[in-house]
């Protein structure tokens, strides 16, 4: 079993940034893929970025240039950073870990990925 706690989320204004934290009880570096989700009212929980313990990553096209997702494996933490926000990114923003998959935009992600955070919410204004 693996714990997911994120932190981070708030209200900022369009143009401005945002980190989001999650951390792990295990050690990051053991994990082969985490993630970052997302999911506003009425949409589908949509995959943000992802990073394998290769350190390979992907985004999302239309966060692609803005957000970056990286780890701190000696604090067992995964990270986005988040720049020139939108009020399209308003959403809760979710961290999840599998131990052998590693799809941006699985079927279902909360079927797909084992373990998720609590969420994290991202308001973003005009």
């Known amino acids: 079993q693996v714990q997911l706690v994120e932190s981070g989320g708030g209200s900022v204004q369009a143009g401005g940034s945002l980190r989001l934290s999650c951390t792990a009880s295990t050690y990051t570096s053991s994990i082969y893929c985490m993630a970052w989700f997302r999911q506003s009212p009425g949409k589908e929980r949509e995959g943000v970025a992802t990073?394998?313990?290769?350190?390979?990553?992907t985004y999302a096209d239309s966060v692609k240039g803005r957000f970056t997702v990286s780890k701190d494996n000696a604090k067992n933490t995964l990270y986005l950073q988040m720049s020139s926000l939108k009020v399209e990114d308003t959403a809760m923003y979710y961290c999840?870990?599998?131990?052998?998959?590693?799809?941006?935009?699985?079927?279902?992600?909360?079927?797909?990925?084992?373990?998720w955070g609590q969420g994290a919410q991202v308001t973003v204004s005009s």
């Open positions: 990073i394998r313990n290769t350190g390979r990553t």
């Open positions: 999840a870990a599998d131990p052998g998959i590693c799809p941006l935009n699985p079927g279902s992600p909360q079927v797909a990925y084992n373990y």
